[in-house]
């Protein structure tokens, strides 16, 4: 793995309450804790890019009239069953000759 | 730990049809998911109806532990998993992709996976003992 080096310039106040925090969380070092501050910050900013993407499949979903426009039944038992009806049409039309 | 998730729980779980499953799609990204492409075929013709299949795609492969394996299943698995009690070929192939590609847990609410048929290769779970063991750490 390469690696980068960076300068990060911080208050005072900053610098001081990530030396307590290290202490208390025994980092090994302070790069260690800024890397994993930062490694566990982008992972937060990747997983509100999923929910909202996810907001906007379930809102879409509903606007266009949800399970009831799918047709796929209204109980769970239904729509599993739907489904199961969906997967061997797809089995059929692409797999079928694989598993002759 | 490597998942399988059957098309039911993303359709529960995008729908709001099923509360646990709803909870699985949202921590989608905390999880290693592999599914084979026939069960994303699945959700996504079943959620075109609605016009709402690119999204789905592109909203599940926002999560970089989550992927869709196209490479075909080996024939001579899913003759075993029809062995141990699968009742057709495309159940048989969800089956023996979850030992395929070496994941721990199948969650499904499909009875078919639930109930009748066992095997030592990985376990069935519904959604709500997978989120049990999910946040009990016991996965």
């Known amino acids: ?100 | 730990m490597l998942i399988c998730i059957d098309s039911n729980q993303f359709i529960f779980g995008v729908t709001g049809a099923d509360a646990d499953a709803v909870t699985l799609m949202d921590i989608l990204p905390k999880l290693d998911v592999a599914v084979p492409r026939l069960v994303v075929n699945e959700a996504v013709r079943n959620l075109a109806k609605v016009g709402m299949d690119k999204q789905f795609f592109a909203t599940i492969h926002r999560s970089e532990r989550f992927r869709t394996v196209y490479e075909p299943i080996p024939a001579k698995l899913v003759e075993k998993y029809i062995d141990l009690g699968l009742p057709t070929k495309a159940d048989a192939l969800i089956g023996d992709f979850v030992e395929w590609v070496g994941a721990k847990y199948l969650v499904s609410d499909n009875r078919h996976f639930l109930q009748e048929f066992s095997t030592d290769a990985y376990e069935v779970l519904p959604p709500a003992e997978f989120l049990r063991r999910f946040e009990a750490g016991e996965l």
């Open chain 1, 1 to 100: 793995m390469s690696t980068k080096q960076i300068l990060v310039k911080v208050s005072g106040e900053l610098y001081d309450e990530m030396m307590r925090a290290k202490r208390e969380l025994s980092f090994p070092s302070l790069t260690d804790f800024v890397r994993e501050a930062i490694e566990d910050k982008l992972k937060e900013i990747k997983h509100q890019a999923y929910r909202r993407e996810l907001q906007k499949l379930r809102q879409g979903i509903q606007e266009r009239g949800g399970l009831k426009a799918m047709g796929l039944g209204e109980t769970k038992e239904e729509i599993i069953a739907s489904l199961r009806r969906t997967r061997q049409q797809i089995f059929e039309e692409e797999y079928a000759h694989l598993y002759r």
